[in-house]
């Protein structure tokens, strides 16, 4: 049964936030793109930044993943303020940009391969598991040029089942997905979120997640957060 708006506070207010920013400031080329905006994530919860093109998604994302810093204001992870501990924030952390991340001269396996190598080697079994769970099963030693676009994102998106990262961070990930690829990576989300982690996401779909999924509208009418309930 999915918990009324009022629970989801409830819920929030009783544990401390895994990430959290407060008074963030941005402009680009002399336009503000976000001023005084204050967000928590907790475990267990998804939450999907939305805003018109331009309004500074990709760049909220990117200055949570420490990519870029032309920002003011504080962030932290478990209350910890994350430039006195970055170490062991990017240790949590798992960031899958809008482009898909991929080498289309590598196999699937090999990509995985490599770009898990920073949390350790990573078994055949583990990955051949993981390309079946996104419907790749038999593609793990194909080369990604060989595929189609799509495939090639389920490749990407094989990393989070892969990596022990608690808070995922994701830019458009659905893009390119057939329905099938739609509903298997909700799935995932929901499925991580149970597990207590943490999903940060912009997206134009319309997340259809069993879990609980908060949204951060960036708009140009300034900010707003809303506990919405799936």
Not at 10 to 33: H, M
Not at 51 to 72: A, Q
Not at 209 to 215: A, D, G, S
Request: proline fraction near 3%; charge should be negative; charged fraction near 20%.
């Amino acid at each position: 049964m999915s918990a009324s708006p009022q629970a989801s506070v409830g819920t929030a207010a009783a544990t401390s936030p895994l990430l959290e920013g407060r008074s963030l400031f941005c402009e680009r080329d002399d336009r503000v793109l976000f001023s005084g905006l204050d967000f928590h994530l907790h475990g267990g919860e998804v939450m999907q930044v939305q805003g018109s093109n331009g309004s500074g998604k990709t760049t909220l994302l990117r200055i949570l993943c420490g990519l870029n810093s032309n920002y003011e204001g504080e962030l932290f992870w478990q209350g910890v303020p994350i430039d006195e501990d970055r170490e062991s924030f990017l240790a949590s952390l798992l960031y899958l940009g809008h482009r898909v991340g991929v080498n289309k001269i590598l196999t699937a396996r090999e990509n995985l391969r490599w770009s898990c190598a920073l949390h350790g080697p990573v078994s055949d079994v583990a990955i051949d598991e993981a390309l079946a769970s996104l419907g790749l099963a038999g593609y793990a030693d194909i080369a990604c040029r060989n595929m189609s676009a799509g495939q090639q994102q389920r490749v990407s998106l094989a990393r989070l089942l892969i990596s022990p990262a608690r808070l995922w961070v994701l830019d458009e990930p659905f893009t390119t997905l057939d329905v099938r690829g739609v509903k298997a990576l909700e799935h995932l989300l929901a499925q991580h979120a149970a597990r207590g982690g943490a999903v940060l996401v912009t997206t134009h779909h319309a997340l259809n997640v069993p879990c609980e999924l908060r949204r951060l509208n960036l708009d140009t009418e300034g900010v707003r957060l809303d506990a919405a309930s799936a």
